[in-house]
């Protein structure tokens, strides 16, 4: 970054739940210059700003959606994404260390110093956190009509139990090196870095873990089956869970997903999209730099 003083550009989805929150907060802090747009507008006001970013660096206000669209206008730009979370659960940022509370979040953009990270596409579409077909997407739809009466949490557990019931398996073609392995699954689970799945930290990029697509497929079509293979990779951790043959795990740089029907919908980072079959994801090698507090020692390669 910089060491010219400059005011650092701030973009707030005026869409987001947050934006209320996240315009007071930009406004007891004189470092940044403020727009607030609407979502159609996102990708062209991150660009504008990244053009007039002297001191080469942006603030984005919003949650993992905001921030996935934000990334993607950066992808292949010097620009340093700044990051004041307003979603609901905050992966990316989380994962990085960035705080929910606003001051601090706010130090930390002002601060801190940044490393580059992954992003994930798959058929020209990115994703920072994680993508999935089968299972999550109709927990998605789910929870989306069931938080129209309760809130987020029990909205999400209501709809967890409605895909279990509602469990369905699909044909799935996995092509990963040249090698093809075919699969009757209800679920394919695809995280940017390896993910930890055992508790507290279930769903979390494992520290300095491999870079990569964490692709994990469950293979059994059995409800029993399947709640049994999730309470031991919750237990035990994916690598115990790996050993079942009811479940497959992979970290690969590429791979290629040939669904039964020709276009199927997936889930990106909590999005619903239909695409077209084959699903072609890559990983995109350190395609963002993020500014982030410093890790701890003890997380440090070393």
Not at 216 to 223: A, C, N
Not at 239 to 246: G, I, R
């Amino acid at each position: 970054m910089s060491d010219t003083p400059s005011r650092i550009p701030a973009i707030i989805n005026s869409a987001s739940g947050s934006a209320e929150a996240s315009r007071a907060a930009l406004a007891t802090n004189d470092a940044f210059q403020v727009r607030e747009v609407p979502p159609h507008l996102l990708t062209e006001a991150v660009k504008e700003a990244a053009a007039a970013a002297t001191g080469g660096r942006v603030l984005i206000a919003g949650g993992d959606g905001t921030i996935a669209t934000a990334a993607t206008a950066l992808m292949g730009t010097p620009v340093e994404m700044a990051i004041l979370p307003g979603g609901t659960l905050n992966h990316f940022a989380r994962d990085l260390g960035i705080e929910a509370d606003a001051s601090a979040a706010l130090l930390t953009a002002v601060a801190a110093g940044c490393r580059p990270v992954d992003i994930g596409e798959v058929n020209g579409h990115f994703f920072l956190n994680t993508s999935s077909v089968g299972a999550y997407v109709h927990f998605v739809r789910e929870r989306e009509k069931l938080e129209r009466t309760y809130g987020y949490l029990v909205a999400s557990g209501l709809a967890a139990l409605r895909a279990l019931g509602d469990l369905r398996s699909m044909r799935v073609s996995l092509e990963i090196d040249g090698a093809t392995r075919v699969y009757r699954t209800p679920l394919v689970f695809i995280g940017v870095g390896e993910r930890e799945l055992q508790l507290p930290t279930i769903g979390k990029r494992v520290t300095d873990g491999r870079q990569g697509l964490h692709v994990m497929i469950v293979r059994s079509q059995s409800r029993a089956r399947l709640l049994a293979v999730a309470l031991s990779a919750a237990a035990l951790g994916v690598e115990s869970a790996a050993k079942s043959p009811e479940f497959d795990s992979f970290i690969v740089d590429s791979c290629s997903i040939t669904l039964g029907r020709r276009r199927r919908t997936v889930a990106l980072d909590g999005e619903l999209l239909k695409l077209e079959s084959p699903l072609e994801f890559r990983n995109r090698r350190d395609a963002i730099t993020v500014v982030c507090p410093p890790r701890a020692p003890d997380e440090v390669p070393g």
